[in-house]
């Protein structure tokens, strides 16, 4: 396992350099302008916050235009325009202010507010800063003060600068000042198939940080898929497959339910109810219950011969994982399989393991849809995707 698909490792600064150009006019009026410079081939990008003098707070973001272009937003009153470089993939470390969670993606964009894969918060991007990105911003305006009141002859200019390139070739066991960042590979990295954004996450769903769609769908999707490999490839059993897809597709669910319950204001009595729902069983209460409260519609389109099929499928999964196979009093009265005989093993074919996994795709894409109508993702990144892929397909 190469050192990036380890869980919570530290990935080191990008080492580019902010810089600092101090000027001192012929009247001996001194100003000052923050660069960056990286001087190492690795990956690298840079981003730009306004930040509040003298303790360098962090007021927005803004977007750094070409050459002669001006900054967008222009710089709120009292505030300088700092730069920092990213991490050596060229991400950003995040960490969500109102759950704390860390994260990391592409981009710290100034255009769009970022989403907590976690708690759903949507914010500007630069409430996101790390505890240590702060640290450095607030070492950026110390630096600005100290070299603003330190002499310098009229007509002249110099350059300062904040030597990350150094601090990142150290090794691990010297010690680091309080200004160095670096970021923290987290545990499921994947590009949102709705805006193409990188995502780093802790545990397995999020939102995207850039668009805000949860990943549930896609992060279905693919172990479905390895699950259809391996029934194929004979690498596991049609009654395994069963029981995994449903199971994987039961956790998806869930947590759309668990999202539910954290971010809409409910009565405690509702939530412990909603806690206990699980999806894995069509004619539990959990269907009818995200009607009632939701208005959410997890069959709408499916067939009743469908439905019938789900649940008898559903039902062989409690016998393969709980019964050893053999059917049961509990699986004739309530799976609707005319053919079943008490006692009899079950026998599994690989047909209805890739329709059962077909229709539980769609009742996931269905929860899905009518999830993002109450929590509704940011179109921008979206869209600008969306015209990307279109230019590529042109050429
Ligand atoms: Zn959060
Ligand atoms: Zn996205």
């Given amino acids: 396992m190469s050192y990036y698909d380890q869980d919570f490792k530290e990935i080191a600064h990008c080492g580019a350099n902010t810089t600092i150009h101090i000027s001192c006019d012929e009247e001996g009026r001194k100003s000052a302008a923050f660069g960056i410079v990286h001087r190492s081939p690795g990956p690298m990008t840079a981003i730009g916050i306004y930040i509040l003098l003298p303790q360098g707070i962090p007021v927005c973001d803004f977007r750094m235009g070409g050459i002669g272009q001006p900054f967008d937003p222009p710089p709120p009153k009292g505030t300088v325009p700092a730069i920092l470089g990213s991490d050596s993939m060229g991400y950003w470390g995040h960490q969500c202010p109102q759950c704390n969670g860390y994260f990391r993606n592409r981009n710290h964009a100034a255009v769009y507010p970022q989403t907590c894969p976690y708690c759903g918060l949507r914010t500007e991007a630069s ?13 950026l305006a110390a630096t600005l003060e100290t070299e603003l009141e330190a002499p310098d002859e009229n007509g002249t200019e110099r350059q300062v600068e904040i030597d990350m390139a150094t601090l990142v070739k150290q090794s691990a066991k010297e010690p680091k000042p309080s200004f160095y960042y670096a970021s ?23 939102y995207c940080a850039a668009c805000g769609w949860r990943n549930n769908v896609q992060m279905l999707a693919g ?42 204001p409910m009565k405690p009595t509702r939530q412990k109810e909603l806690s206990r729902l699980v999806f894995h069983d069509t004619e539990s209460e959990t269907f009818k219950r995200m009607k009632q409260y939701f208005d959410l519609a997890p069959l709408k389109g499916i067939q009743e011969k469908d439905v019938k099929f789900i649940r008898m499928m559903m039902e062989r999964r409690h016998v393969y994982e709980h019964n050893s196979g053999v059917i ?12 079943a005989i008490e006692g009899n093993l079950l026998r599994e074919g690989r047909d209805n393991v890739h329709r059962l996994i077909g229709l539980l795709t769609r009742i996931v894409a269905n929860v899905d849809k009518d999830f993002h109508e109450i929590f509704t993702p940011t179109k921008w990144p979206i869209e ?12």
């Fill in 127 to 139: 409430h996101f800063l790390t505890p240590a990105q702060r640290m450095f911003l607030a070492h």
């Fill in 184 to 206: 923290q590979t987290q545990q499921t990295r994947y590009s949102c198939e709705h805006c193409g954004e990188f995502n780093d996450i802790r545990g397995l769903y999020g």
């Fill in 223 to 264: 172990r479905l898929s390895e699950i259809r490999a391996e029934v194929n490839s004979e690498r596991i059993r049609p009654e395994a497959a069963v029981g995994q897809s449903v199971s994987t597709f039961d956790a998806a669910c869930r947590d759309f339910a668990n999202q539910m319950t954290r971010r809409i």
């Fill in 328 to 339: 049961d009093q509990r699986y004739i009265e309530r799976s609707g399989d005319a053919d």
């Fill in 384 to 395: 600008h995707y969306g015209d990307l892929k279109k230019r590529r397909a042109k050429r």
